[in-house]
């Protein structure tokens, strides 16, 4: 996965970048690829995007393909085929989904994927979502 980012586009950009990428995702999930829609769904964070209703929907979004993928080692090889940069997005996801009050199920998915993540990849990758000002 690759990750382009793109400070300098207008925000309705952002609205189209997201729609496709929405329809990435979804393509995904209807082959039953959780993995692929997780990397779809990482790809290009609206880091620079200041419509803060475009960021939450992007989180939700990637919130619903992790809540797809729940077994620990389901959880790990997920986390290994992402490249390190879609790592540390998923991690931001993971505090935004807390963020923005998710039912108990899916608080609880976000748990586990945060205790695999940082046994997958230390605690730096904690250090690296927390401190990195940018928001999802």
């Known amino acids: 996965v690759g990750f382009n980012f793109q400070v300098d586009m207008a925000e309705e950009d952002f609205a189209g970048l997201y729609s496709a990428k929405k329809a990435q995702v979804d393509q995904f999930l209807g082959q039953n690829n959780a993995e ?3 990397a779809a769904s990482l790809q290009n964070p609206p880091f620079a ?3 803060d209703e475009l960021k939450k929907e992007t989180a939700r979004m990637v919130i619903g393909v992790l809540a797809k993928i729940k077994e620990p080692g ?4 997920a986390i290994n085929a992402l490249d390190p940069a879609a790592q540390d997005a998923c991690m931001k996801y993971i505090y935004r989904g807390w963020d923005l009050a998710q039912p108990s199920k899916v608080n609880a998915v976000l748990l586990t994927w945060h205790a695999q ?3 997958a ?3 730096g990758i904690v250090c690296r979502a927390v401190m990195n000002t940018r928001t999802v």
């Open 36 to 38: 692929g829609a997780l």
């Open 49 to 51: 995007c200041k419509d």
């Open 74 to 77: 389901e959880i790990g090889k």
């Open 121 to 123: 990849l230390g605690k």
């Open 117 to 119: 993540m940082v046994a």
